[in-house]
T-cell receptor, first 110, second 113 residues
């Protein structure tokens, strides 16, 4: 079983839709959870950083962590064509290397 | 406030040559991380350095790869005697503190011919 599982997609949605992106993990030591956005041939851009169960909101983005289920989500409201990118989840146990999912490719169609 | 800088952005090497990748962290950051991304693969951790020290190299191949972060100047990832399998995008990230938020550079795309 891989440490971090992420559905690679591709996921295609119409503009304005709510997008749900998810990752599951197996290592119960993970405490810090991140979501990155990566445009084609660019570096990953940090979107959200959380370290506890529950929700964290930033603009159109909401990160959700459920440690009991080892499941994290990123919701994008009112999705825009500019949100089309690959979304990577990442997590760590603190002073340990980040472990990334393989990424979900999202296309938002105008 | 400049972000993480990497150069070169693209690097072509023939098999057997050396590749040298450079990373300048964000201003004020002293923690540097190197990752490799293969096509259709996620980012894989290679090495974590703090000024003049290698803290964690658990993801680094045992041979041909080395990294440094000198007191002055950028962090360097060095790949000796490159092989075709080394072709990938190499990303550098930096953070303010250990375990803190990591910010990534634009990457260096290495092609080995």
């Amino acid at each position: 079983q891989k440490e971090v599982e992420q559905d690679p997609g591709p996921l295609s949605v119409p503009e304005g839709a709510i997008v749900s992106l998810n990752c599951t993990y197996s290592n119960s030591a993970f405490q810090y959870f991140m979501w990155y956005r990566q445009y084609s041939r660019k570096g990953p851009e940090l979107l959200m950083y959380t370290y506890s169960s529950g929700n964290k909101e930033d603009g159109r983005f909401t990160a959700q962590v459920d440690k009991s289920s080892k499941y994290i989500s990123l919701f994008i409201r009112d999705s825009q064509p500019s949100d089309s990118a690959t979304y990577l989840c990442a997590m760590s146990a603190g002073n340990t290397p980040l472990v990334f999912g393989k990424g979900t490719r999202l296309s938002v169609i105008a | 406030n400049a972000g993480v800088m990497q150069n070169p952005r693209h690097l072509v090497r023939r098999r057997g040559q050396e590749a040298r990748l450079r990373c300048s962290p964000m201003k004020g950051h002293s923690h540097v991380y190197w990752y490799r991304q293969l096509p259709e693969e996620g980012l894989k951790f290679m090495v974590y350095l703090q000024k003049e020290n290698i803290i964690d190299e658990s993801g680094m191949p045992k041979e041909r790869f080395s990294a440094e972060f000198p007191k002055e100047g950028p962090s360097i990832l060095r790949i000796q005697q490159v092989v075709r399998g080394d072709s990938a995008a190499y990303f550098c990230a930096s953070s303010l503190a250990r375990g803190g938020e990591q910010y990534f550079g634009p990457g260096t795309r290495l092609t080995v011919t």
